[in-house]
């Protein structure tokens, strides 16, 4: 989707994009001037996206369902919704957070967009995973060594339970990933506060566990949204990798309007280039 047709399908929702900015022009100014690497700071937490894939990405329309065609095609009729594989760094209190490593392949940007900013792979103090697709712990490993080896790994118990329960071909990459950070692995509750002041949220729906995590004004919302373009005017459509379509639809309702209500910034894994979202209505 072209910037003029995504910006005139907010407002058509009587909502207004921003990359931490009420104006459309101060967001497309954002979104040309910072690439694949965007830091916002917000109070005391300071946010930088980076964006993993090298290539453009597009959510095929094909993907979703939930609604009539017409209407999927309508909102994104350049037959894919823009997209990105995206994460995200969290520095506060001297230490540093990642959310997700996204997929780790050879051409993934991710280690590079961390060097962009002065950090290595051993700075990392902790990582939170929003759930344990391939796309959001692919990263995490280098020929099968693990690549952030000083950071300690976060998980939902729900989410950890959850996939360990899976048959074994579907589940081999997160035990494999999982046993190499065994060491420095900690599983949590939904509610708990994590180091750095990091609220763990439930989210469940897109995987078993998945999380939301709440840092001061940002919401990191993992994969409550793929295909902006058509589920942020339409929340109750799913795409296709939705494990329990009923429970992710009522997460993106819960999740979009409190991100509204609380005036929160949301960071979303696979949000279009700059992955930063704020929602507020228009007067």
């Given at each position: 989707?072209?910037?003029?047709?995504?910006?005139?399908?907010?407002?058509?929702?009587?909502?207004?994009?921003?990359?931490?900015?009420?104006?459309?022009?101060?967001?497309?100014?954002?979104?040309?001037?910072?690439?694949?690497?965007?830091?916002?700071?917000?109070?005391?937490?300071?946010?930088?996206?980076?964006?993993?894939?090298?290539?453009?990405?597009?959510?095929?329309?094909?993907?979703?369902?939930?609604?009539?065609?017409?209407?999927?095609?309508?909102?994104?009729?350049?037959?894919?919704?823009?997209a990105t594989v995206s994460?995200?760094?969290?520095?506060?209190?001297?230490?540093?957070?990642?959310?997700?490593?996204?997929?780790?392949?050879?051409?993934?940007?991710?280690?590079?967009?961390?060097?962009?900013?002065?950090?290595?792979?051993?700075?990392?103090?902790?990582?939170?995973?929003?759930?344990?697709?391939?796309?959001?712990?692919?990263?995490?490993?280098?020929?099968?060594?693990?690549?952030?080896?000083?950071?300690?790994?976060?998980?939902?118990?729900?989410?950890?339970?959850?996939?360990?329960?899976?048959?074994?071909?579907?589940?081999?990459?997160?035990?494999?990933?999982?046993?190499?950070?065994?060491?420095?692995?900690?599983?949590?509750?939904?509610?708990?506060?994590?180091?750095?002041?990091?609220?763990?949220?439930?989210?469940?729906?897109h995987t078993p566990g998945?999380?939301?995590?709440?840092?001061?004004?940002?919401?990191?919302?993992?994969?409550?949204?793929?295909?902006?373009?058509?589920?942020?005017?339409?929340?109750?459509?799913?795409?296709?990798?939705?494990?329990?379509?009923?429970?992710?639809?009522?997460?993106?309702?819960?999740?979009?309007?409190?991100?509204?209500?609380?005036?929160?910034?949301?960071?979303?894994?696979?949000?279009?280039?700059?992955?930063?979202?704020?929602?507020?209505?228009?007067?």
């Open positions: 989707m072209k910037r003029r047709d995504w910006i005139r399908t907010m407002a058509g929702m009587g909502l207004l994009l921003a990359a931490g900015q009420t104006s459309q022009r101060a967001w497309a100014s954002a979104q040309a001037e910072n690439g694949k690497v965007k830091t916002m700071t917000l109070g005391e937490m300071k946010m930088t996206w980076i964006q993993d894939n090298a290539a453009d990405r597009k959510m095929q329309n094909s993907l979703f369902q939930g609604a009539d065609k017409a209407i999927i095609e309508q909102l994104s009729p350049d037959g894919g919704a823009a994460c995200f760094l969290l520095e506060t209190g001297g230490k540093r957070v990642l959310f997700d490593t996204a997929n780790g392949r050879a051409d993934s940007l991710l280690l590079p967009g961390l060097a962009s900013i002065g950090v290595k792979p051993e700075d990392i103090d902790y990582i939170y995973i929003t759930h344990f697709h391939g796309d959001h712990i692919g990263g995490m490993m280098r020929d099968g060594k693990p690549v952030f080896t000083q950071a300690e790994v976060y998980v939902a118990k729900a989410e950890y339970d959850g996939w360990m329960a899976m048959p074994a071909e579907r589940k081999g990459q997160v035990v494999s990933t999982m046993e190499a950070y065994s060491s420095r692995l900690h599983q949590f509750s939904f509610g708990d506060e994590l180091p750095g002041g990091v609220v763990a949220m439930e989210a469940i729906g998945h999380t939301v995590y709440r840092a001061g004004q940002f919401l990191v919302i993992g994969d409550l949204i793929h295909g902006a373009a058509i589920q942020l005017k339409h929340p109750e459509v799913c795409a296709s990798f939705d494990m329990d379509q009923p429970k992710a639809v009522a997460a993106r309702k819960k999740y979009l309007k409190y991100a509204q209500d609380e005036g929160l910034t949301m960071a979303g894994m696979h949000l279009p280039a700059p992955a930063f979202l704020k929602l507020t209505m228009e007067n």
